[in-house]
């Protein structure tokens, strides 16, 4: 059997795999009670006496705020940290699955989406964390995969807490009757979290490279929130009061970061639509 050692094992989309997928490999468990991140020499050793076929890196501090008020220390956990434990896996000859983001191009003034060979542009530290690594596998290493995934939404499942995203932002205006602003001056890929934990298998036996991990979407953020609420059975009055429109926020430049999936869907993996997302979703739990 496979083993594999996951960081970030109890975060969403590691508990959420490893839920689908309790048989199928030998998952050791690397949490940050077992290892904190923060100091990579550590992380070396700790690697170095670790018996593994596979490294699966889904351990961050994916905060944007966080990111610029401590740079130095979410450096060392997103970037310094994953880089040595890289290091380890290939002096053992061992494959390095590194979880990136679509935030790697948060800088583009230009629309997505953007294909893989499309040069990264960031303009925030956790952005620049995950180029920082990026980099490193691109330069030094023969057998690693970078999955780059949009925000991926879903809901909770026994030991399984989604990590904020639109559904639960949406969710939490309406039922906490918080009026809460959505901004109109974004465009970002949203996909169902379930499709990662479906095709595991498939995704972790790709080719070496950089794979964009995205289902499409041509609606704006606002327009996400009250397609969720729409959904989830709101009516249009109820959805007016609690979900707002933010004209402010990225004005001074629309932030267009999605990412065109057409490379890894000609691997085999699967894609669809937000909206198609959002359905699936809403009928796993219930809601349909
Ligand atoms: N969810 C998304 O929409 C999304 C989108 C794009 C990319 N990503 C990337 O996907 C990966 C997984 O995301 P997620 O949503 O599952 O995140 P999450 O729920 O926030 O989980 C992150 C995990 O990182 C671990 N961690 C944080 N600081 C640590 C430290 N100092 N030492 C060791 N471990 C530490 C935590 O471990 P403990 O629980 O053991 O404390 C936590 O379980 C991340 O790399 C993230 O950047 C996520």
């Not at 990579?40 to 610029?68: G, I, N, S, W």
């Not at 996400?224 to 001074?252: Q, V």
């Amino acid at each position: 059997m496979l083993k594999i050692a996951m960081t970030g094992a109890r975060g969403y989309l590691g508990s959420l795999i490893r839920l689908y997928h309790k048989d199928k490999y030998e998952y050791i468990s690397v949490t940050s009670a077992d290892l904190d991140l923060s100091d990579p020499d550590r992380a070396r050793e700790y690697f170095e006496q670790l018996d593994f076929d596979m490294v699966f890196h889904a351990a961050a501090r994916p905060k944007t705020e966080e990111c610029e008020a401590y740079p130095e220390w979410t450096r060392a956990i997103n970037a310094l940290a994953p880089i040595e434990i890289a290091k380890v896996c290939r002096e053992k000859g061992k494959r390095f699955v590194f979880i990136s983001t679509e935030q790697v191009y948060n800088g583009k003034s230009e629309p997505g989406p953007f294909a893989e060979d499309v040069p990264t542009d960031t303009v925030t530290n956790y952005g620049r964390h995950k180029v920082e690594v990026e980099q490193w596998l691109a330069e030094n290493s023969q057998d690693y995969l970078v999955l780059r995934l949009s925000s991926m939404f879903g809901m909770a499942l026994p030991g399984v807490k989604p990590s904020t995203n639109l559904i639960s932002n949406t969710l939490n205006a309406i039922r906490g009757e918080k009026p809460t602003l959505f901004t109109v001056n974004e465009l970002r890929g949203m996909t169902y979290a379930q499709r990662l934990a479906d095709q595991f298998d498939k995704l972790i036996q790709l080719p070496t490279g950089v794979y964009h991990f995205t289902s499409e979407n041509y609606i704006n953020t606002y327009e996400i929130a009250k397609t969720i609420a729409r959904g989830f059975g709101y009516d249009e009055e109820t959805i007016a009061k609690y979900i707002l429109p933010n004209h402010d926020r990225y004005k001074e430049r629309f932030r267009d970061y999605r990412m065109d999936a057409t490379k890894i869907q000609e691997h085999g993996i699967e894609l669809g639509t937000f909206e198609e997302d959002l359905e699936i979703c809403l009928r796993d739990f219930g809601w349909k």
